[in-house]
């Protein structure tokens, strides 16, 4: 039997949680760090189905990007879907960890995963250490960025920012990143056509890294999703913009983090949840 602790000491190494947003609620949310568990499960977000996935399967616990509760609660009751969700959570004693803006910032986390995954050079974070801005202002982060190519220094920071090989058609590189998701509906904004070469990213609700992917002079910000003003603004500046899809934007990490726990932990079952899906669906015209 291995430890709830010993997994949550891995989650903390894979995803540090200092680097957290200081809004943001992290690491062991529900559970009994003395536990022991033989079954582990990601998602990307606890809903519903995937605390009856747990349930059913006898999961001991739930590795969530998003977290379970996110913001403090007065009271836990079955009047809402959050305190029915940690109600029977709780009573089949299954606890639930989440590393969220930790996972996205890390050196092997989501933004660093998407560098990889569009071919990126020469990547460094969006937003420097030494950058005061609203929508990164991130403890304990200064120093620890824009590292020398080449170094094999881990790359820690507010998103991502790096340039293609070659040039390359917006649609074309929204198309790429969505075909290496599944993303099912894609969206754009900016001319199809124009070439782009400096690639700025941020996982997620990304509209408003928008101020320092301008900054840095990125072409286009690929993200999940975004506000109409957001992409009224990115036209405004002449920034491309790709939206994926908030959940085509993350959920292939977790996915990616079942297969690096197992590989850590190969005496417990491990698996990304199968009962979690896109909540949106786009009507075919």
């Known amino acids: 039997m291995t430890s709830l602790q010993a997994v949550c000491s891995s989650l903390a190494s894979i995803a540090p949680l200092r680097l957290a947003e200081e809004w943001d609620n992290v690491g062991l949310l529900v559970g009994d760090r003395r536990a022991s568990i033989e079954k582990v499960m990601t998602c990307l977000t606890v809903t519903p189905n995937v605390v009856s996935e747990a349930l059913e399967q006898q999961v001991g616990l739930i590795v969530t990007h998003h977290p379970l509760p996110f913001k403090p609660m ?24 989440s590393a969220h803006t930790a996972f996205d910032s890390a050196s092997a986390g989501i933004n660093q995963r998407w560098a990889e995954r ?49 040039p390359e058609s917006l649609h074309s590189l929204v ?3 969505a075909s290496a998701v599944k ?18 990213l941020a996982c997620g609700s990304g509209g408003s890294f928008l ?64 009962s979690e899906h896109d909540p949106l669906s786009a009507i075919d015209m």
């Open 74 to 97: 007065a009271r836990i009751t079955s009047d809402s879907v959050a305190g029915e969700m940690l109600l029977r959570l709780v009573g089949a004693k299954v606890a639930v960890y």
């Open 118 to 166: 569009l071919g990126l050079q020469s990547v460094e974070t969006l937003v420097a250490g030494n950058e005061s801005s609203v929508e990164s202002s991130r403890p304990g982060t200064e120093g620890s960025v824009l590292l020398p190519e080449g170094t094999g220094l881990p790359i820690e920071g507010t998103g991502r920012l790096g340039r293609l090989p070659e």
């Open 175 to 177: 198309s790429r990143a």
């Open 183 to 200: 993303a099912t509906s894609p969206r754009y904004v900016g001319d199809p056509d124009r070439k782009v070469s400096k690639i700025g």
């Open 211 to 274: 101020p320092a992917a301008r900054r840095r002079g990125c072409d286009v910000l690929i993200t999940g999703e975004a506000t109409f003003h957001a992409c009224l603004e990115a036209e405004a500046y002449g920034i491309g913009m790709g939206l994926l899809g908030h959940y085509w934007s993350e959920r292939f990490a977790m996915e990616n983090l079942a297969e690096v726990l197992e590989s850590q932990f190969p005496e417990l079952s491990i698996w990304a949840s199968s």
